[in-house]
């Protein structure tokens, strides 16, 4: 979705919210942790 974004404007979802992720929290805080150290370096 873009709404009077600059040219280059660049963003993501982080999808937190779904019944999944509040039943294992413990899964979703690891595999979170996982994939912001893949990005983050």
Known sequence: LACDEPE???T????L???DKLYNVD??????S???DTVLG
């Open 34 to 36: 996982r994939v912001l």
């Open 12 to 15: 993501f979802r982080l999808g």
């Open 27 to 32: 899964g979703t805080v690891a595999r979170l």
């Open 17 to 19: 919210f779904g019944l």
């Open 8 to 10: 280059g404007f660049m």
